[in-house]
C-alpha cells in the first residue's frame, strides 16, 4: 500500500470510530428493520437526543453501507412513529424530533383498540392512573391548577342538561387532576385511555350520575384546597371502583351498587346474574 493510500485509509479509520453512534452492518433480508432497530435502540439508551443530527439521506446511506432507497424507507417508518422528523432545505436531513404527548396518545390507542382491550381493561387502567397521579397532584398542584380545577366544576355545574358537553367536562376534569401530579408519563397514558373510555362514557349519561360527578367534583377540589393527599386519593379510588362496578352492570355481568364513601370500602359484590 502506498503512502497516499495509507494516509486515506487512515483519514476513513479515524472519521469511523469518531462516529456516535457506530452503526452496525446489516443483512439485506431485514435491511429496514435492522435499520430502525439501531437508531431506536441508540436513542432508548440515551446515545442520541432530541434535536441531534442524525445525516442527510446520502450521508446515512454511506453510514450504514446501504442503497438511499433502504434509507428512504427507514426514514419514512422512524417519521411514522414520531422519533424523527425530516427537513428541506440548507439544513435539510434527519434529526431526532421532540416528544409529542398527543401524538403518542394516538398510536397508543389505536393499539388498545387494534389489541381489542375491553372497556373494564380500560377502566382498570385508568384507576391505575388516576388514584397515583391524584396524589401526587394534591403535593404537586399550584395555584393556577388549583384556578384551573375551579372553573372546570363551575362549568360541570353549568352543563349537567348537555349530556355529551358534560361528560368532555368531567374527562377534561379528570385529565387536569392527572396534568397536576407534573408526571407526563401518566398524563399521556391518561389522555390515550380517555380517546377510548369518553364516547362510552357518553352513552351511558343520565341525571342522577350527573349529580354524583359534580358532587364527587367538589369534594376533590376542597381536598385540594385543603392539601390532604390521602383524602383526596381515597376520593379518587371511590369514585373509579364505583365507575368500575357501573361498567360491569352494563356489560351485565354484576348487579349496580351503591357508590362508596371515600373513607369505606366497596361493599362486597352480589353474585352473578343468571
Request: glycine letters at 6%; proline letters at 3%.
Amino acid at each position: 500500500m502506498t503512502d497516499s493510500k495509507r494516509t486515506r485509509q487512515g483519514r476513513a479509520d479515524a472519521e469511523t470510530a469518531s462516529a456516535t453512534p457506530a452503526w452496525e452492518p446489516v443483512h439485506i433480508e431485514t435491511l429496514s428493520n435492522q435499520l430502525i432497530q439501531q437508531i431506536r435502540d441508540s436513542f432508548l439508551a440515551g446515545r442520541l437526543k432530541t434535536g441531534d443530527y442524525l445525516g442527510s439521506e446520502r450521508s446515512l446511506a454511506e453510514q450504514f453501507g446501504v442503497s438511499r432507497v433502504a434509507i428512504r424507507d427507514t426514514l419514512r417508518s422512524l417519521v411514522a412513529i414520531g422519533l424523527i422528523e425530516v427537513r428541506t432545505g440548507k439544513a435539510g436531513g434527519a434529526w431526532i424530533a421532540a416528544g409529542n404527548i398527543s401524538h403518542y396518545a394516538d398510536l397508543l390507542s389505536i393499539q388498545l383498540r387494534m389489541m381489542g382491550v375491553t372497556e373494564l381493561e380500560m377502566v382498570d387502567a385508568q384507576a391505575a392512573i388516576e388514584i397515583q397521579a391524584t396524589e401526587l397532584a394534591v403535593l404537586h398542584a399550584g395555584p393556577d391548577d388549583l384556578a384551573r380545577l375551579e372553573a372546570f366544576v363551575a362549568r360541570l355545574r353549568a352543563s349537567m342538561n348537555e349530556p355529551e358537553v358534560f361528560t368532555g367536562l368531567a374527562m377534561d376534569f379528570h385529565a387536569l387532576v392527572v396534568q397536576a401530579s407534573k408526571n407526563r408519563a401518566l398524563s399521556a397514558q391518561f389522555l390515550a385511555i380517555r380517546q377510548i373510555l369518553q364516547s362510552n362514557y357518553s352513552l351511558h349519561a343520565r341525571q342522577d350520575r350527573a349529580e354524583r360527578t359534580v358532587a364527587f367534583a367538589q369534594k376533590m377540589l376542597a381536598h385540594f384546597r385543603a392539601r390532604d393527599a390521602v383524602a383526596a386519593r381515597n376520593e379518587m379510588a371511590a369514585r373509579l371502583a364505583h365507575i368500575r362496578t357501573a361498567t360491569l352492570d352494563l356489560t351485565g355481568a354484576y348487579w349496580l351498587e351503591p357508590e362508596p364513601q371515600a373513607n369505606q370500602a366497596p361493599a362486597p359484590r352480589r353474585a352473578r346474574r343468571a
